[in-house]
């Protein structure tokens, strides 16, 4: 049983790989390498002491699609590809729609034409818009405010469809919050291109000397100490994640689950826990909020571990401290 991951060789891919290697699943990467790097590969093997099969294609290719995924008698796919920058979403909309909705149609297509039924899929917290109440639970009302968040809520509206037609199909549609971190070894981690939106990265570029400092959006939020609080989720824990929804997959179904800790931290708190495992100053300036930045939000992870029997067991210590491990050992990311 072969299980085709779609954007393997990107950040939470990459993870996800080595996870599912590790409990003895047979993988085979689908990757375009517009935002990662073929080293990535080469370095899950690494971990994994096992080949990784790669094949570098695109997910609009539904002919291409089809044929890998006979050639490798894949079972399930894990979706992960596809764009992801809220800011650059509002200027290139239609570049998201093509990659994200027209990708994600052309490989359930695929799916489809090879009688394969089971499917997890990348969402995200932002599908539930401005909070109505938190934590946010799976049956919070659905919203997107930007392109990159309409791309996720229409695939996730495609998937209902799906199954309601079609009730052999599996889907998993999982809610990610805030992933940050690397696995233990330090040989994968997060590699943006360019400036880092996110602010896990920009911390780590400006600890290892890339970037000056830190500009923190806001300090005036309604929140504990004025900045934007977030539920921050160890990578490894949110591979983990996949693995236990693999498992649920047997009973049919389309459901919607988050996958976050539950706890919110602040920008503040980061930058703290981050400076302590690091031993590294961050310097910082705080200025003004930056449009469409929610203050605070954190999930409700009840649902998860009912259902996966799965629950974050990495704190925000751990998180810093696999951060600034990959960070140190990889300043430049996987161009050393
Ligand atoms: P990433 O950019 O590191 O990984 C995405 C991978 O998909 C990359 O390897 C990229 O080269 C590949 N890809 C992109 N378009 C492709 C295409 N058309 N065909 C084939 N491959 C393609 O991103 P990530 O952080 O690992 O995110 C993975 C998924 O999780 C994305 O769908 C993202 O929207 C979703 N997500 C991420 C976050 C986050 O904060 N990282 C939060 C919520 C949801
Ligand atoms: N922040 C800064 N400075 C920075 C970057 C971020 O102060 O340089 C702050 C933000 O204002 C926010 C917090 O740090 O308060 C987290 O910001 P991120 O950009 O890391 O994450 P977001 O919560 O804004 O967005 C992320 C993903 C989205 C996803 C969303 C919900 O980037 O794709 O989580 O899952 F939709």
């Known amino acids: 049983m072969t299980v085709l991951i779609t954007g393997g060789a990107g950040f939470i891919g990459s993870h996800t790989c080595v996870e599912f290697i590790a409990a003895g699943h047979d993988v085979v990467i689908y990757d375009n390498f517009e935002n990662s790097n073929p080293i990535a590969v080469e370095r899950i093997a690494a971990i994994t002491g096992k080949t990784v099969p790669c094949v570098t294609g695109d997910i609009r290719d539904q002919p291409h699609l089809e044929a890998v995924l006979q050639d490798y008698n894949c079972q399930a796919v894990v979706h992960f590809a596809g764009l992801k920058a809220v800011g650059e979403s509002a200027v290139k909309p239609l ?36 909070p109505e109440f938190l934590p946010y639970t799976e049956d919070h009302p659905l919203q997107a405010m930007n392109p990159y968040g309409r791309t996720k809520l229409m695939i996730e509206d495609m998937l209902r469809d799906l199954y309601a037609s079609d009730p052999k199909w599996s889907i998993a549609i999982l809610r990610y919050f805030n992933p940050v971190g690397a696995h233990e070894s330090g040989l994968i981690g997060e590699d943006p291109q360019g400036i880092p939106n996110n602010l896990m ?9 890339r970037r000056e400092k830190l500009s923190i959006f806001g300090g005036d939020y309604e929140t504990r100490d004025g900045t934007g609080v977030r539920d921050y989720i160890h990578v490894v824990d949110l591979a983990q994640g996949h693995l236990a929804a693999y498992d649920f997959l047997k009973i049919p179904g389309c459901t919607a689950i988050n996958l976050g800790t539950g706890q919110g931290q602040s920008v503040l708190e980061v930058v703290g826990a981050f400076e302590h495992m690091s031993n590294q100053k961050v310097p910082y300036e705080i200025v003004p ?39 140190s050992k990889n300043p430049q990311g996987y161009e050393n």
Do not use: H
């Not at 729609?97 to 039924?117: F, R, T, W």
């Open 201 to 209: 990265p920009f911390i780590t570029q400006v600890a290892t000397g």
């Open 289 to 327: 909020r930056r449009a469409g930045d929610l203050p605070e939000f954190y999930a409700q992870t009840d649902f998860a571990q009912k259902t996966l029997g799965w629950r974050a067991k990495k704190d925000l210590r751990e998180m810093c401290k696999d951060t600034w491990n990959w960070a």
């Open 95 to 130: 570049a998201y729609y093509e990659n994200n909705v027209q990708g994600s149609l052309a490989l359930l297509k695929a799916m489809q034409s090879c009688g394969i039924y089971k499917f997890i899929f990348s969402s995200s917290a932002t599908v539930y818009g401005t």
